[in-house]
DNA sequence: ACATCTTGATAAATCGTTTTCTTAAAATAA
DNA sequence: TTATTTTAAGAAAACGATTTATCAAGATGT
């Protein structure tokens, strides 16, 4: 192996001065600097991160966690981390962050420590508390991704689910909805409740009945919606709402499945109106494109590098927060019941 | 930050101790061992990554190397990967490989010095061969998923592309086609050059016409298909094939969407074959389920992760290659000709 | 009772860098 | 010319682990 002592010998100087050509230091002849260089690049000599990272505690390097990296759904997310990456230049670590405790415990120990001097994580749930924890008392610089956290000292961007779930309720009241039930997921999960806490506002800004009829729990297997889809279908046509609102693709998709499958159509029928809108993603959905809020997962993924970037370089001073809006994306199976 | 000397002087003992405890060696007193291990968890004391991988010239970590890692592709062979991770209790870091030479270097060199110990990398193109041969020169271990080259020398593992392009068209065959044509990808893509060969190899085994015409290039963006697709569809009806057989879904996609564009119909008017099968994953698709050849991508991703194990811990001995098969996956794009 | 062999622990060297401390030489000031 | 400052390079000490060589004490054999 061709180390910095090797380098140095072949040019005929101390390890001192090749390392300091190679920080591009000032103080070096500029004749030595060009023999240093010329070994450097005759031996193909590459300094050891390991070494590197030893001595000055830096490698330059982020850690992405991701439970379930393999989902579709971080399709923009990471696409807008790997244009960042690519822009910034810099190492970019994407690790599955697992839900057994104590792999993932190893993997954070792992990570932390001497692999890469900063992390981001998305989608981090209550369970995770330790890790966070852990990270934040030793001082791990890191940036959070819709936590479920209510901590105002993390790094973290968010996504305004709130005004994301209002602002779908609105556009269903403006295409002439009243009667609209949420289909709600899982609440341990605190973008959930932002959304619910959205469609609760939204439907008392409208002036909308809200009873808690209205909402339907769908906390287990999103297939629950299918058999809660049909429910409603069932419903007397003067009872039954005109519209469901979905927390999730996921819930939407089944949602519709179980209206299809009794023989009602979306959006002719009942209108569906989900929160994600990439329902391309989902396997063998074959109905129509579904109208829904758009998270802007691109533009976080690419902030997210971007911010963490800056942290470390101190041009950003924590706690930094930064909250994204939504946008309506306009499919199909919403009906405008003004119209005809 | 607490190291092993500080642990080594809470509990009383010399650094070699602890170290001793820490890798679990023999000859250390058990009254000593507790006092140690107690001391480590009392303090929260995790090695250094940095100082031990420097030492000892490994890390225990995997890095895979996928280009274009988001795109949702890869799902199932990030799956496999993720759920080899989990059961070898390995680290894996998974890293955008960059279309961009500078940035792909400086990532390469970053994880081979000190980062990770072995490598897997996914498809690799003619354009990464310096990338290969610096790791195969320098002894780094790897191993190669549906790589671009012909040496026997690497570590692999392999989609019999040639087999599967075959069982297509005798699939075809049995469904009473003849005239078949294919609609062939980029030729710089090995696998592609194997699909092309085998879709030749049966149509001469099973003895229908091969002319130049029957293979038609979407060398550059998959839409070409699109055209492609309405041309076949204006041939006069003798003349027309009644099948397509396609080197990937994107082409298959839009052969179809030609198709159905002109007011045919798939698979009445014309059947279409598929390599890949995963066509719910291509967005804004609404047509029929495509009927190909799949590959075991869950397994392929689970064995690669479990090779490069076995190979780093001697179980395995290089050079390892392994070649898995496809299956049919039957969906509704190919009509029965022999029935009615 | 003396020599030999185990055990269990320590001291010190090492891994490949960076950086601080020195020092020699060159440049400037008096 | 001599004294002082600046500059460029080397020597040596970290960084935090592991490991080899070393050594004392207790166990065993004669």
Redesign the interface.
């Known amino acids: 192996m061709v180390t910095v002592k090797k380098v140095a010998e072949l040019a005929n100087v101390s390890p001192s001065t090749v390392s300091r050509v190679i920080n591009g230091a000032e103080n070096v002849n500029p004749e030595i600097r060009e023999r240093v260089k010329k070994v450097i690049s005759e031996t193909g000599y590459?300094?050891?991160?390991?070494?590197?990272?030893?001595v000055n505690r830096k490698?330059g390097?982020i850690a992405v966690l991701i439970r379930?990296?393999?989902?579709?759904f971080?399709?923009?997310l990471?696409?807008g981390m790997?244009d960042a990456?690519?822009a910034m230049?810099k190492?970019?670590?994407?690790?599955?962050l697992?839900d057994?405790k104590e792999?993932r415990n190893?993997?954070m120990?792992?990570l932390t420590?001497?692999?890469v001097d900063s992390m981001i994580l998305y989608g981090t749930l209550y369970t995770d508390w330790p890790i966070i924890e852990n990270l934040s008392s030793s001082r791990f610089p890191f940036i959070l991704i819709e936590n479920n956290f209510d901590n105002s000292q993390f790094n973290q961007i968010l996504i305004n689910n709130f005004d994301g779930a209002m602002n779908a309720v609105r556009f269903l009241a403006e295409n002439g909805h009243e009667r609209i039930v949420l289909f709600m997921g899982n609440p341990n999960k605190k973008v959930n409740l932002e959304r619910l806490n959205g469609y609760q506002r939204a439907m008392t800004e409208c002036g909308f009945t809200l009873t808690p009829d209205n909402i339907v729990n769908i906390f287990g297997d999103s297939s629950q919606a299918f058999d809660a889809a049909q429910a409603i279908m069932r419903m007397p046509d003067e009872k039954r709402p005109t519209a469901i609102f979905t927390t999730s693709d996921k819930i939407a998709v089944q949602a519709i499945k179980g209206i299809l499958s009794l023989g009602f159509r979306v959006p002719e029928d009942i209108s569906v109106m989900t929160f994600d809108s990439q329902s391309?993603?989902?396997?063998?959905?074959?109905g129509p494109?579904l109208t829904g809020i758009k998270q802007p997962l691109y533009d976080v993924g690419y902030e997210s590098i971007s911010a963490i970037s800056d942290i470390m370089d101190g041009k950003i001073k924590p706690p930094y927060s930064r909250t994204y809006e939504t946008t309506i994306q306009k499919g199909e199976t919403v009906r405008n019941l003004n119209e005809g």
Chains 1, 2 share one sequence.
Request: charge should be neutral; aromatic fraction near 14%; charged fraction near 25%.
């Open positions: 590459f300094p050891n991160n390991a070494a590197r990272s030893l490698t390097a379930n990296l393999h989902k579709p971080f399709y923009d990471l696409r790997k990456t690519t230049h190492c970019v670590l994407f690790c599955n697992s057994e792999e190893k993997y120990q792992f420590n001497g692999i391309h993603l989902e396997e063998e959905y074959k494109t």
